[in-house]
């Protein structure tokens, strides 16, 4: 699903908040595609996962990253678009992605990152984690408009808030939480 989520991201030439944002900003400033830099960017993560969250917690984070750097790697063979509007994708992508996010974050696990640290301040202070990422998101939109023409952030922006938004109205720690 969040592979999903980013591919109409990408096809808009739009990006996301956390670092799937950060890699797909560095995949365009670079050319290195976005899986290799999404896995790289998520290494330094992993100790505070493994400190913070344990063992069973950060494997499944690993494997989680793993997954979307290989299926975003696979995805443009098979899933491509010919048209969508930039608001309508930066929507479905936000909703397709944080829909996946809360299934990953509802089975003890993140996509590394901002998740990792955004779940373990839910989970020590109740801030919600959605509301964490959606800080860190907006100093990784300030650096996109270094990059990106403003509409493109503008829609970026929209579509992270939706994804956000999914997360924090629906991952709760009285609400189902498989181990």
């Known amino acids: 699903m969040v592979v999903t989520g980013l591919a109409f991201l990408q096809h808009l030439g739009l990006i996301t908040g956390q ?3 950060l ?10 595609a976005f899986g290799p830099v999404f ?3 998520n ?13 069973v917690f950060t494997l499944k984070t690993v494997l989680a990253v793993g ?8 995805r443009p063979e098979v899933l491509t678009f010919a048209h969508v509007e930039p608001l309508t994708g930066a929507v479905l992508g936000g909703v397709i992605s944080g829909a996946g996010l809360l299934a990953i974050f509802r089975h003890r696990a993140s996509l590394g990152g901002v998740g990792i640290v955004a779940l373990y301040l839910q989970e020590r202070t109740g801030f919600r984690a959605g509301w964490t990422q959606l800080l860190v998101d907006l100093v990784i939109f300030a650096l996109a408009l270094m990059t990106l023409p403003a509409g493109a952030v503008a829609y970026s922006l929209a579509g992270a808030v939706v994804l956000n938004a999914v997360i924090a109205i629906n ?3 009285d609400r189902y939480i498989a181990m």
């Open 19 to 21: 670092i799937a944002g």
């Open 23 to 32: 890699a797909l900003l560095v995949s365009i400033w670079t050319g290195i």
């Open 39 to 41: 896995f790289v960017l």
């Open 43 to 55: 290494l330094p993560f992993y100790w505070v996962a493994l400190r913070r969250m344990g063992w």
């Open 67 to 74: 997954l979307v750097s290989v299926f975003s790697a696979l």
């Open 171 to 173: 991952h709760r720690r």
